[in-house]
């Protein structure tokens, strides 16, 4: 496997992409920036697997962070994108391709009548963000700590120590004022909502911090509360859209939002957002109403070629076996890792996995929240069980807030190369920490 300290053609491109591009990356996710070491460069993927650019192969567990349902580079989708790019990439004008895919989206997901489609689950967000403030005339917005709603200014403000903050950027030149009405509050507890609060904006299955599943009447609280305090609620559906199901988690939850954010899956693997809801909010939006928002390549018609034909591909029984496997997957995965000698964790929800790891006697339970997700992720285990397992050919994400992606293409032989790998890197990891504790040392520096 691909060795990070080799000079090579991972190394060369890595040396190549940081002079080029900021960091060596277009998305700070994909730097080995929390787990050490130097990124592969991957030439291509096929199904479960990809390549690098030495030949080595992985078996792919981050599936473009959830943008990919049916594996890389599967027959029906590549055949889509062809027959699309050959009648001509992007028109400006209205095609048939766009139609065609909000109707699928709204077929499948209960109660959201009309989408608009963008290129991004950022730009879905800020654009629902953006109307819900329309709609309702009021300034205010409620998100949760440690969800991830995209990186426009207003929905960067993350989360502190379980206390509901307001107004603190996340990022350097997010200026005060874009995060003066984003209100900050933990996760997995209802919120008190004025009646300044246009909308409260939710991950309705958190997957941006781990896998933090929403505790039992969570969502229905929500429902109930913004229905009292006139607000709307927005389900940001960019990973559990069309992953949980078809109905992603409207469906899975029975609570119906007012405004969807989707992205992700429904572009197929290449760049598409969208956001929706009832017709009568949507109407709010340019040209027939006071809300703009536009786009140059908005349902471009590869991508909406793309997602239409991922979409139509999936059956509910694709879905259902896919939900199966990862639910068995994730026992199995959690069970070998504490058979070679760490604590662990592996909660699934439909096909998304998470994974929580600490040294042997770590009390590891599945996060309910930013804090409890935080406590684990910062421990420094998973940095060193993420190189073990890359060193066996088995790719993880290079940072611990982010959920394993088995899908369609992962089948049970796939999975249980991962959770033989993960055994064998569970006792290398162990050893390790074990050698590091008798040194006197807390906890090893990250490779
Ligand atoms: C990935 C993600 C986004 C942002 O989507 P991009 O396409 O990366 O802009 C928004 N919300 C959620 C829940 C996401 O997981």
Known sequence: MADPEAAGANGEWFTRARRAIPGGVDSPVRSFASVGGVPFTVARGEGPWVYDVEGHRYLDLVQSYGAVLLGHAH??????????????????????????????V????????????????TEAAMSAVRLARGATGRERI?????CYHGH??????AGGSGVAM????????????AVADTLVVPYNVVPELGDDVA????????????????????????????????????????????RLGPGGATAASGVTPDLWCFGKVIGGGLPVGAFGGRADLLAALAPGGPVYQAGTLSGNPLATAAGRAVLDHVTEADYRDLADRATRFAA?????????????????????????????????GV???????RAVAGNGVYPRLFHALLRRGVALAPGPYEVLFPGMAHGDAELALAVSAAEEAAVEVAAELDQALGDGREMPAVP
Do not use: H, W
């Open 367 to 373: 996060p309910v929240d930013y804090d409890s997700a």
């Open 166 to 177: 307001l107004g603190l950027p996340g990022s350097a030149g997010v200026p005060r004022g």
């Open 75 to 104: 027959p029906v989708a590549v055949a889509a994108i062809r027959e699309a790019a050959a009648l001509g990439t992007s028109f400006g004008m209205p095609t048939p391709g766009e139609v065609l895919l909000a109707e699928a």
């Open 199 to 242: 909308c409260v904006i939710v991950e309705p299955v958190a997957a941006n911090m781990n896998l933090v599943p929403p505790a039992p009447g969570f969502l229905e609280g929500l429902r109930a509360a913004c229905d009292r305090a006139g607000a709307l609620l927005v389900f940001d559906e960019v990973i559990t859209g069309f």
């Open 142 to 146: 409620v998100k949760f700590a440690g």
């Open 332 to 364: 199995e995965l959690e069970a070998a890792l504490v058979s070679g000698g760490l604590a662990a964790c592996c909660p699934a929800v439909g096909p998304l996995v998470g994974l929580s790891v600490g040294a042997a006697g770590a009390e590891l």
């Open 106 to 121: 709204c077929e499948r997901v209960p109660g959201c009548e009309q989408v608009r489609l963008v290129s991004s689950g």
């Open 152 to 157: 426009s200014d207003g929905l960067l403000a």
